[in-house]
């Protein structure tokens, strides 16, 4: 998808970043992150963005292993669902830093506190990852 960024806006940008998108006043939000950044002859900026598959369901989420605990607090995440038929694995997406493999993380749910393990590292943005978990 290819975006307008409008000559009055006031923060920075940067390839990487992640974005909130929805088409439209009603449609639902939809994750993304800024892939290509083109400057115009004309002075505007066009930002191209790539689409995480499926809808993001807020979900708070703390670093989990014993030593960063006591100084652990919980931050904004994201969870992505599973699509079966892409063969897409679910998915986090995490503050920086906190998605390396092999890392403890929790996840707060209806249920209760979930901890589990980074198995992977899908993508590196400049203020997120996306990871999966065991």
Request: hydrophobic residues 40%; glycine residues 10%; without cysteine.
């Amino acid at each position: 998808m290819r975006v307008l960024r409008p000559t009055s806006a006031s923060r920075g940008i940067a390839i990487g970043r992640l974005v909130g998108l929805r088409q439209g006043d009603t449609a639902p939000f939809y994750l993304s992150y800024l892939s290509e950044l083109t400057h115009e002859t004309d002075g505007r900026i066009i930002a191209t963005v790539t689409l995480f598959p499926g809808k993001p369901e807020p979900v708070p989420l703390r670093a989990g292993d014993a030593r960063n605990r006591a100084n652990a607090h919980w931050v904004q995440g994201f969870r992505l669902p599973a699509i079966e038929k892409l063969k897409i694995p679910e998915s986090l997406i995490v503050a920086s830093g906190m998605g390396s493999r092999g890392r403890g993380v929790e996840v707060w749910s209806e249920e209760g506190v979930k901890e589990s393990t980074v198995e992977a590292v899908l993508y590196h943005g400049a203020d997120f990852d996306r990871v999966t978990t065991f």
